[in-house]
């Protein structure tokens, strides 16, 4: 997880071609080449630094009672696989089954109107009345009033950090983070010891996003990061709920330009469920309803767009990695580790000659 | 116009077998039953009652110098003769021509918030900017603010009634009628002396949406006369525009339920411009941004859903009113009147058996 450029396109290429990941770092560098590893990536495997961190970070799973979750395994949440960009795996302090347990992600400002962070309290609460787990950021503001809602309510809720899984960041939400161990989870892609690093933050919101049915935002100003999370969550065909606001309310300034790129508009909880669409008994304080494409190691969820725009330019003849870079316009790299999990997922088989065909 | 049940479409109706409308005056019995007139209104028609009235009208017209312009004029707004209910002749004191300028009506709660209220006034002042007039109610709260508003950019304002032309309601806007007077157009359906009545302001309101190109609806409860209005609006394929505000304001409440049944999201006039599509200068004050289809006498004016649905039913071979009732599920008098006007554009022509043909 620590080796540059390494992601799950890779990860997966190691698992089809040499049975399990872990041989990657005993690989030769002329099998690392084939696996279309870079120079960095190879240099960084063979060195001295990636065998002491590794052990540094086996020894913090081991000591914290971390589990290391990979794409490959069952529990990996159908949802996050199916992102393009996935990642290779996830750090997981808690609970490793709420990551399967359905979700809605509530995420905004940091520095809310005293009406943001009502509603977010209010739809949380609500929410998870309902059995929905409630996943946030643990940032400031929105995030901190959502995760700390749904405890309140005796609900569940799971935190994905833009640090290492081992630090707290913000520093004062150290007791609401530990409250959330003991309750929901506790989520990172990042290596222990990665600091708060603006780059690391939409890419974990990539995450919160991907665990969850939907993303309510509420209040965003115009340049802020939730706003661009939820506006690729919304390119990714996934269900992003925007509270509106008056247009004089600069905190409201985001949510409204996300509604009128297609987010739906909501009012309370209600709206939300109508959307997403979760067999839900009202009132319901259980976490019972998991439902068929949720199911650990379920196959049949639902595909992202890209994803959908891959298997329509497959068609049903065999195809060649070159063939849908062609027809796609995406990258080598992300084909291929789109057609892996595509055929981890039994959708595509490969045929003699690197060609792909359609099952499904 | 105060003969009961006597609408645009015995009015059309009239003009087309009678070569004018004041032959109903004098016509017979047997003669307004052809024209598929009820008891009532030939009761009317021969009292005495209507003799008076009429005279009293006609003194009241000529008095006050106010215009009554039938929906036959040149100058009656095509928009609002597209209205399946279009009112039979309006009232209009001021300046006639102020009907055919490009509108847009700004409506909304009788009570608003400070915020509604603000943001009625930088719209309006802004719309007025752009050479558009403002149309309105002349009720408390938004409708008098967005009249005021208009009147201070030095913008034109239109105040349909939902009283006698000649009644002043609220008798605290007084000063603003006569403003408005003075400046754009005031307009009533009813009759002189009509007082305020709970079920005539339903009808007012689809003269001010079916004369404006778009209405604003800036804050309204569940309940209330403008949402009411914006709904019917929506449904005949109108342009509405409604401004959001927090879900915990009530009255942002029914905008939105607009915004979530179809209503356009604005955020300000930049947002109503762009779909409406007046051809506009820049900070233009002036009034001269007429459009092909706004000209008085224009026909080529954009048809209501209800009649595109007559026209799709209608279809290029000949039909009688009773297939077109049939095939749209209209009652024949609503579908005679809509006829009747299509006839009038040009659009349709009668052929010998009581059949209507489509032209375009």
């Known amino acids: 997880m620590r080796t540059p450029g390494l992601g799950a396109a890779a990860v997966l290429r190691a698992l089809a071609q040499l049975g ?33 961190e590794t052990e540094s970070d086996l020894k913090w799973i081991e000591s914290s009672g971390a589990t290391l979750l990979p794409i490959t395994s069952e529990k990996f949440p159908p949802q996050l696989r199916a992102l393009r960009d996935a990642p290779a795996a996830l750090y997981v302090l808690g609970n490793v089954d709420a990551l399967s347990q359905p979700q809605v992600a509530i995420v905004g400002s940091r520095v809310p109107t005293a009406a943001g962070r009502k509603f977010a309290v209010q739809i949380a609460a609500e929410l998870s009345g309902y059995g929905l787990a409630i996943t946030s950021g643990l940032a400031r503001g929105i995030d901190t009033a959502a995760h700390e809602a749904a405890l309140s309510a005796g609900g569940r809720t799971l935190a994905v950090l833009g640090t290492g899984p081992d630090l707290c960041y913000p520093a004062d939400n150290l007791a609401l983070l530990q409250r959330i161990l003991g309750n929901g989870a506790v989520v990172s892609e ?21 665990l969850a049915r939907g993303t309510v935002v509420v209040e965003a100003a115009t340049d802020s990061g939730s706003l661009i999370t939820a506006r690729r969550a919304l390119e990714q065909g996934r269900e992003v709920f ?13 949510c409204l330009a996300l509604l009128r790129e297609g987010a739906h508009l909501i009012r309370g909880a209600a709206d939300v469920l109508e959307q997403i669409e979760i067999p839900i008994e009202q009132n319901s304080s259980s976490y019972q309803c998991v439902t068929d494409d949720q199911k650990p190691g379920g196959s049949a969820h639902r595909l992202d767009k890209e994803y959908e725009m891959l298997l329509d330019a497959l068609g049903f003849e065999p195809a060649s990695i070159d063939d849908l870079v062609d027809r796609t316009g995406f990258n080598p790299g992300t084909v291929a580790s789109m057609m892996l999990i595509l055929e981890l997922e039994g959708r595509v088989e490969t045929r003699p000659g690197a060609l792909f065909n359609r099952v499904t």
Do not use: M, W
């Not at 399990?20 to 240099?43: N, R, Y």
């Not at 990042?190 to 991907?210: E, K, L, M």
């Open 20 to 52: 399990d990941v872990c041989s990657l770092a005993v690989a030769s560098s002329a099998t690392l080449q084939s696996l279309g590893l870079g120079k960095e990536a190879i240099d960084y495997l063979h060195s001295e630094r990636s065998r002491l």
């Open 190 to 210: 990042f290596a222990p010891g990665t600091p708060p690093c603006r780059q690391n933050f939409p890419r974990r919101n990539r995450i919160i996003s991907g």
């Open 242 to 254: 925007a509270v509106p606001g008056s247009p004089l309310n600069p905190q409201a300034a985001g």
